[in-house]
């Protein structure tokens, strides 16, 4: 029941006279029926998930004295991440899986707490870690220099004070076609006069249009960008026909064409990955106790060999990192 009905049945109350104790004790009756539903309304998917991470929060984890106080108190972290870019992060059976979920949980069991993932755009990560919806952004984000000081990467401007990144992968961008169907695209500089989907706000968005603005400064036409909310309405846009091709991380690249279509619909052109930068956990920039908390779990994962088993099932084990840095992209 909303609190709006409950406001409905208030109104209607002190709105018209009473002519008997009746009806106001009935009304009563009925505004303490929907307060009490009211209550039963938190009984959200939220609530239950924290109820469980108390449950299961290990005091005795290696490194649960590490957190801040807050964070062991409530046994959490909130994630923000776009679960829509498979292998990193998706959803199979409506539960949360893929590389970074996977790691975060060999995290978790390092941490004595829970990484709870919560779903939203990419391009609203950054915001949702400001207004402190997340506590922290995994989404196979790249650290770059822009993202660190809070800059624009489109217009130069400061937009937000930045965040730290924990570096956890090291992957470059790819780009992919359908299947027999290249249009001459064998490297982003046959790309010129092409129409390429991307996912907003991401590297391959950035590369684009910087290998666009070279195109026009050599004369030819410049690249006619597609940007998406997320990668499966670009594969999508593909897959139709709509653009000559994508351009994605590796990791989804590479899924992606082994496994679309049994493996029918794209072909991978271009050589290896491009502008190999590291996936970073993005932290707030006044979150230092957090950011090294989280930084010697994924040190600890590595160690213990969790970190390698999860690599290898995904199948991106060369995108490991030996060590573990802190803002390290450029």
Not at 72 to 84: C, E, N, P, Y
Not at 145 to 161: N, V, W, Y
Request: proline share 3%.
């Amino acid at each position: 029941m909303t609190a709006e009905t409950t406001r409905r049945a208030a109104a209607g109350r002190s709105g018209r006279s009473s002519k008997s104790g009746k009806g106001i004790a009935a009304i009563a009756a009925v505004t303490a029926s929907l307060l009490l539903l009211s209550a039963c309304g938190d009984q959200t998917q939220e609530a239950k998930a924290r109820r469980a991470a108390q449950k299961n929060r290990d005091t005795s984890a290696p490194l649960f004295k590490m957190l801040p106080k807050d964070v062991q108190d409530k046994a959490m972290l909130q994630v923000g991440s776009d679960i829509t870019y498979k292998p990193v992060e998706y959803r199979s059976n409506g539960a949360v899986a893929g590389i970074d979920p996977d790691l975060a949980e060999a995290m978790g069991k390092e941490l004595g707490i829970k990484l709870n993932f919560n779903n939203a755009t990419f391009d609203t990560l950054m915001g949702g870690l400001k207004s402190k919806r997340y506590d922290i952004a995994m989404s196979a984000m790249t650290d770059t220099k822009d993202r660190q000081q809070g800059i624009d990467s489109g217009t130069g401007k400061k937009i937000g004070e930045g965040v730290d990144f924990v570096d956890y992968l090291n992957v470059g961008v790819s780009l992919y076609t359908q299947k027999g169907k290249t249009n001459g695209i064998d490297s982003w500089e046959t790309l010129c006069g092409k129409k390429l989907a991307v996912q907003r706000g991401t590297v391959s968005d950035d590369l684009a249009k910087d290998k666009s603005k070279a195109c026009e400064t050599n004369g030819q036409q410049p690249i006619s960008i597609e940007a998406f909310d997320n990668d499966s309405e670009a594969q999508t846009r593909l897959r139709t026909g709509g653009v000559d091709a994508v351009s994605s991380d590796y990791p989804v690249a590479a899924y992606a064409v082994k496994v679309s279509g049994g493996g029918n619909d794209f072909q991978m052109v271009g050589g290896g990955p491009l502008k190999a930068a590291p996936y970073g956990i993005a932290v707030p920039k006044d979150q230092q106790q957090l950011r090294d908390a989280l930084k010697a779990a994924v040190e600890l994962a590595i160690k213990n060999g969790s970190y390698a088993k999860v690599l290898q099932k995904w199948d991106v084990k060369d995108a490991a990192v030996k060590d573990v840095q802190l803002n390290g992209g450029s």
